[in-house]
């Protein structure tokens, strides 16, 4: 029997990639960034099932030229770049890469969190550049964390994780905002579920964990960084689109808020002149949350699962569409 046709849109750890090459007729693309949508068109034409990052628009222009195609495997625990409608419409199962990089992702939140607050990256830039004369007692004094307000704006998997971390190691006060409640983290953090406004009025930190969505896109605007506390540091590992990013150069410039600490911006890379990139109360990491060792090999390790499953007519490991399971594509 012929082996199903992939496309893999980028090299990946070899625990996952060497399974697909060996099941299937996969060609991987060889580039450091990612295929243009017109190639990643040609190379979708006769596949049964892609593997892609978040770097890869899968919109309807990209599925009407993929006839054959059952199943997208998102290398990524978002999947905002997916047009997951229209692919069930077409009977496409989508997957993604949840559990596996839960504690990676809130470990990068508090290490945003420290960095912003303690002022880590603005003193050690000074400490290379040969500035550091001597102990200053009003140099680079930030915020203290033990006791603080922590606000935690989408109190999923990872914004639990994040909680943790927050109330088991500083004894932070946790609140929250999502659409809906979490008992777990009622009964195990004491967190309140708390409106927008009030979250954002009474935390001395607020971390970002919600998945960018029509309804989420801006939500951190203006409006939303004047009502933070002044001494306010702002974490953000979701997406960059959940934020206005001239409100927030804004509200850094003008000390509406204290510090930020950035994994993801909007566009992703930012534009060589984005003022985030120079702020001295900014720090910004190019998307890295997810890259540990265990979680990246997690990561490819479902991404084979969903597409190996997928191309196999089977159900999905970690299924963002599993409602299109009675007309899928077989
Ligand atoms: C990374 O941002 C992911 O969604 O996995």
Redesign the pocket.
């Known amino acids: 029997m012929a082996r199903p046709r992939v496309f893999v849109t980028r090299r990946i750890p070899q625990v996952g990639l060497a399974r697909i090459c060996e099941a299937c007729d996969a060609e991987v693309w060889p580039g450091e960034l990612p295929p243009p949508p017109e190639a990643l068109r040609e190379k979708a034409r006769d596949c049964e099932g892609l593997l892609t990052l978040?770097t890869d628009r899968v919109d309807a222009a990209l599925l009407d030229a993929a006839p054959r195609l059952k199943v997208v495997s998102n290398f990524?625990?978002?999947y905002n770049n997916i047009d997951v409608a229209e692919a069930t419409r077409r009977g496409i199962c989508i997957g993604n890469?949840p559990d596996v990089?839960t504690e990676a992702t809130a470990d990068m939140a508090l290490a945003l969190l420290l960095a912003a607050a303690r002022r880590i990256v603005e003193s050690a830039d000074h400490a290379r550049a040969g500035l550091w004369k001597t102990w200053q007692p009003l140099g680079f004094i930030g915020q203290d964390l033990c006791g603080k307000t922590v606000g935690v704006v989408g109190m999923g998997r990872i914004g639990f994780s994040f909680a943790r971390r927050c109330r088991r190691a500083w004894e932070m006060r946790v609140l929250y905002h999502d659409v809906r409640p979490n008992p777990r983290a009622e009964a195990e953090l004491d967190a309140s579920l708390v409106s927008f406004d009030e979250l954002l009025a009474e935390s001395d930190f607020v971390s970002l964990h919600a998945d960018l969505n029509p309804g989420t896109r801006h939500m951190f605007d203006a409006a939303a960084f004047r009502k933070m506390k002044r001494t306010a540091v702002f974490v953000n590992t979701a997406r960059g689109g959940l934020v206005v990013q001239q409100d927030l150069v804004q509200a850094l410039r003008e000390g509406w808020i204290f510090a930020a600490g950035l994994d993801v911006t909007d566009p992703e890379p930012p534009a060589a002149d984005e003022p985030l990139l120079r702020l001295a109360n900014c720090v910004v990491a190019p998307?890295i949350?997810?890259a540990t060792v265990s979680s990246r090999n997690g990561m490819a390790e479902i991404a084979a699962d969903n597409l190996l499953t997928g191309v196999a007519g089977k159900p999905l490991r970690a299924w963002v569409n599993p409602e299109v399971a009675p007309r899928r594509r077989l």
């Open positions: 978040l990524a625990v978002g890469t990089l998307h949350a997810s």
